[in-house]
């Protein structure tokens, strides 16, 4: 797999990230909706730590320190929905910029992995595979907050795209689940 390929998989998630508050009001993107805490904006503030410390610290380009994973999701309230989103796309492109410009097999070093050394494609399709894991996260949060669902604005994979289609499947699936009551 080429690094465009690789790109591609990655700018998918991160663009389902930023999107997926878009429309929200402050309250809704930053409160917990399940009871480890779990938020939509501590998910774009999490990823921003991910992108750092994995195409920063990892390769020797940055001194981003690494955090522990409680404190990235918490988003703090002077902590504005811009300066988050914002910081991401900058890590984002710090990022970029790591992938463009270091071969596929660069050797780099987790040290919250151990010694065990790793490639920068290693890196590139642990990060892919972590930012589509809270990609996955934000459009069930999405889905709970105000029923808006799909992978992105312009791709509805939905199954169902009727209303009252996706509400008969619900109630399907919810009637064949009470059978085990």
Not at 8 to 34: F, I, M, N, Q
Not at 123 to 146: F, K, N, P, S, Y
Not at 148 to 159: I, R, W
Request: charged share 25%.
């Amino acid at each position: 797999m080429s690094k465009d390929d690789l790109r591609s998989y990655l700018d998918g998630a991160r663009d389902v990230l930023v999107w997926k508050l878009e429309g929200l009001s402050e309250y809704d993107t930053r409160r917990p909706l399940t009871p480890t805490g779990t938020n939509l904006l501590g998910l774009v503030k999490h990823s921003t730590s991910s992108h750092r410390n994995y195409f920063g610290i990892v390769f020797g380009r940055g001194d981003a320190p690494a955090t522990g994973s409680g404190s990235q999701f918490l988003v703090k309230p002077e902590e504005t929905r811009e300066a988050i989103v914002a910081n991401f796309r900058e890590a984002c492109r710090a990022a970029d910029q790591t992938i463009s410009e270091l071969p596929l097999d660069t050797i780099g070093h987790v040290p919250w992995w151990g010694s065990a050394p790793v490639t920068l494609h290693h890196v590139i399709v642990h990060v892919i595979a972590d930012t589509q894991r809270h990609a996955g996260h934000a459009d069930i949060l999405r889905e709970m907050l105000d029923g808006a669902a799909g992978l992105l604005p312009e791709v509805d994979n939905l199954h169902q795209r009727d209303p009252d289609d996706r509400r008969r499947f619900r109630d399907d699936v919810e009637a064949a689940a009470n059978h085990f009551r």
